[in-house]
């Protein structure tokens, strides 16, 4: 019986304990942005960082991340691992979680800003963890319990670090395609991109393989292997990067279909001049002439036989490593796509500044004798297949929007084909 009320002790105590640096956080965060009492947020620091991090620099770091985030509005949630809390905090102009370590006297010793981090409930049927080189993927399997068409849909996601639901902004493209595909008896499986999930296992010997292709592969064939899943047909879905590499995918996943949600056709590093020259139009303010010249000056080089696995990521685009860039250099998406025999869907969008219709039409004429494959271009869409007007811009990104209604009926029809 003492040995049951000390452990009731102990859980009471953690919890406590827990629930303390819950409050502290909270009350850090609110000192901070709200009041904006630099001294008393100051008190909250461990003295070894606290000497780091003046109220001055606290000061000229509020006003600088209240014009990029907008004023705080309240905290979601909190989440944690060990010692490190995450404040899920809603800010006028977006939602991120704002990170904070604290050492065992409950001062904070790490302070940072990183997009929102999933924490999934224990009690979620939804949530399926698919080992893969070493991590478990984190994701979300739905399926239908009635009207199921035993069809699976793998979303595969763009470039950087992307969550399960691809979120940009306020907007969580591949939740709302997951989502309507369940009402209409379609199963999914998303989740979060392990250079999200698992920085750490990405390095400078990485290459598009180990950031997205493998993983895509092996998801698929999880479920081509698994009992619960005879007699699906196996379908990938790629949007933008996810979808330039679809043909590296296709070569080792075998899937019955693939669709290609605003995948570039052309090179991606001369796609970046493109879209640095073009966001420059619309705001020099942003995207200066210098900078344009920097990645042109990149680019050449990258293309260029002085080019080698030895160059500094520092003289190459997005500073990404040479091993990275070699790999893409080399890739001939119009050349790999020809293998794919199964049916394929490509949907463009015509706001889309990122990739464009030039694309679109690369891919439409290299597969115009393949009868299996279809075309759909949407004039009012952005690259994230929201509807919108004007001047496509990032800007577009931070308005809360859905997928369009007519291209996801259109998805649907390819897939129940």
Same mark, same amino acid.
């Given at each position: 019986?003492?040995?049951?009320?000390?452990?009731?002790?102990?859980?009471?105590?953690?919890?406590?304990?827990?629930?303390?640096?819950?409050?502290?956080?909270?009350?850090?965060?609110?000192?901070?942005?709200?009041?904006?009492?630099?001294?008393?947020?100051?008190?909250?620091?461990?003295?070894?960082?606290?000497?780091?991090?003046?109220?001055?620099?606290?000061?000229?770091?509020?006003?600088?991340?209240?014009?990029?985030?907008?004023?705080?509005?309240?905290?979601?949630?909190?989440?944690?691992?060990?010692?490190?809390?995450?404040?899920?905090?809603?800010?006028?102009?977006?939602?991120?979680?704002?990170?904070?370590?604290?050492?065992?006297?409950?001062?904070?010793?790490?302070?940072?800003?990183?997009?929102?981090?999933?924490?999934?409930?224990?009690?979620?049927?939804?949530?399926?963890?698919?080992?893969?080189?070493?991590?478990?993927?984190?994701?979300?399997?739905?399926?239908?319990?009635?009207?199921?068409?035993?069809?699976?849909?793998?979303?595969?996601?763009?470039?950087?670090?992307?969550?399960?639901?691809?979120?940009?902004?306020?907007?969580?493209?591949?939740?709302?395609?997951?989502?309507?595909?369940?009402?209409?008896?379609?199963?999914?499986?998303?989740?979060?991109?392990?250079?999200?999930?698992?920085?750490?296992?990405?390095?400078?010997?990485?290459?598009?393989?180990?950031?997205?292709?493998?993983?895509?592969?092996?998801?698929?064939?999880?479920?081509?292997?698994?009992?619960?899943? $005879?007699?699906?047909?196996?379908?990938?879905?790629?949007?933008?990067?996810?979808?330039?590499?679809?043909?590296?995918?296709?070569?080792?996943?075998?899937?019955?279909?693939?669709?290609?949600?605003?995948?570039?056709?052309?090179?991606?590093?001369?796609?970046?001049?493109?879209?640095?020259?073009?966001?420059?139009?619309?705001?020099?303010?942003?995207?200066?002439?210098?900078?344009?010249?920097?990645?042109?000056?990149?680019?050449?080089?990258?293309?260029?036989?002085?080019?080698?696995?030895?160059?500094?990521?520092?003289?190459?685009?997005?500073?990404?490593?040479?091993?990275?860039? $070699?790999?893409?250099?080399?890739?001939?998406?119009?050349?790999?796509?020809?293998?794919?025999?199964?049916?394929?869907?490509?949907?463009?969008?015509?706001?889309?500044?990122?990739?464009?219709?030039?694309?679109?039409?690369?891919?439409?004429?290299?597969?115009?004798?393949?009868?299996?494959?279809?075309?759909?271009?949407?004039?009012?869409?952005?690259?994230?297949?929201?509807?919108?007007?004007?001047?496509?811009?990032?800007?577009?990104?931070?308005?809360?929007?859905?997928?369009?209604?007519?291209?996801?009926?259109?998805?649907?029809?390819?897939?129940?084909?």
């Amino acid at each position: 019986m003492k040995k049951f009320l000390h452990l009731i002790l102990i859980f009471v105590s953690l919890l406590s304990f827990a629930q303390n640096r819950n409050e502290i956080g909270s009350q850090f965060i609110k000192t901070l942005f709200t009041d904006k009492n630099m001294e008393k947020a100051h008190a909250f620091f461990d003295p070894s960082m606290g000497g780091q991090v003046s109220p001055e620099d606290l000061k000229s770091l509020e006003e600088q991340l209240e014009g990029q985030l907008g004023e705080l509005k309240n905290i979601l949630e909190v989440n944690n691992e060990k010692d490190t809390y995450y404040f899920y905090s809603d800010f006028s102009k977006t939602k991120l979680d704002i990170q904070i370590t604290f050492n065992e006297s409950n001062k904070i010793v790490g302070f940072y800003f990183v997009p929102h981090k999933f924490f999934d409930k224990t009690d979620d049927k939804t949530v399926l963890k698919i080992k893969s080189e070493g991590i478990d993927l984190n994701g979300i399997l739905l399926q239908p319990e009635q009207n199921n068409k035993k069809k699976l849909v793998i979303l595969v996601h763009g470039s950087g670090p992307q969550d399960r639901d691809e979120t940009i902004g306020e907007n969580k493209p591949f939740k709302d395609i997951a989502e309507y595909l369940l009402k209409n008896g379609i199963s999914s499986y998303r989740y979060d991109k392990r250079t999200y999930s698992n920085p750490e296992t990405f390095n400078d010997q990485s290459t598009v393989e180990q950031e997205t292709i493998n993983d895509a592969v092996n998801i698929s064939n999880y479920f081509k292997n698994n009992e619960n899943f $005879k007699g699906y047909q196996i379908i990938v879905l790629g949007h933008s990067q996810g979808a330039y590499l679809m043909p590296k995918i296709a070569e080792k996943a075998n899937a019955s279909k693939y669709i290609f949600m605003a995948g570039n056709a052309r090179p991606l590093q001369n796609l970046l001049v493109e879209q640095f020259e073009y966001l420059h139009k619309i705001d020099p303010s942003k995207v200066s002439d210098q900078d344009v010249q920097n990645i042109k000056k990149q680019v050449d080089f990258l293309n260029s036989n002085k080019f080698n696995l030895n160059t500094p990521k520092s003289e190459l685009p997005l500073e990404q490593s040479a091993a990275y860039w $070699k790999y893409l250099v080399d890739y001939k998406p119009l050349e790999a796509i020809k293998s794919i025999k199964a049916p394929m869907f490509f949907a463009q969008g015509g706001r889309d500044y990122q990739v464009t219709e030039k694309d679109f039409e690369l891919w439409k004429n290299q597969l115009k004798n393949n009868k299996s494959t279809e075309f759909k271009f949407y004039p009012s869409l952005s690259h994230l297949f929201i509807k919108g007007s004007g001047t496509p811009s990032p800007k577009d990104y931070e308005i809360k929007g859905n997928v369009d209604e007519e291209f996801l009926k259109d998805l649907t029809q390819f897939i129940l084909k």
